[in-house]
């Protein structure tokens, strides 16, 4: 079993940064990739980023050039940086974990406000 834990969201204005973490426990040898999804009110979740075990990093278009996921082994976090945050980038931000087997671990999620 993996338990996830997000920090960092807030309130910030249009153009403004954050760094969203997530701390890891339990189960961590059985985990294949972690990411970032977020879901805005009335809005499906959506993949925001990705990185796998080996380092590689997917992103989705919208926060292309603009957010960096990147995760500490020694440490068990993975991180969001956010920069030149926009409006739309308002939602609950999860963190999730691939298990090999297949399944997908969330945490409770960390709410961001961008206010324009």
């Known amino acids: 079993q993996v338990r996830l834990v997000e920090s960092g969201g807030g309130l910030v204005q249009a153009g403004g940064s954050l760094r969203l973490s997530c701390a890891v426990s339990?189960?961590?040898?059985?985990?294949?990739?972690m990411g970032w999804y977020r879901q805005a009110s009335g809005k499906q979740r959506e993949l925001v980023a990705i990185?796998?075990?080996?380092?590689?990093?997917n992103y989705a278009d919208s926060v292309k050039g603009r957010f960096t996921i990147s995760r500490d082994n020694a440490k068990n976090m993975v991180y969001l940086q956010m920069n030149s945050l926009k409006p739309e980038d308002t939602a609950v931000y999860y963190c999730?974990?691939?298990?090999?087997?297949?399944?997908?671990?969330w945490g409770k999620g960390t709410p961001v406000t961008v206010s324009s």
């Open positions: 339990g189960s961590i040898f059985s985990i294949n990739a």
């Open positions: 990185i796998g075990t080996g380092g590689s990093t």
């Open positions: 999730n974990a691939r298990i090999i087997s297949g399944v997908d671990c």
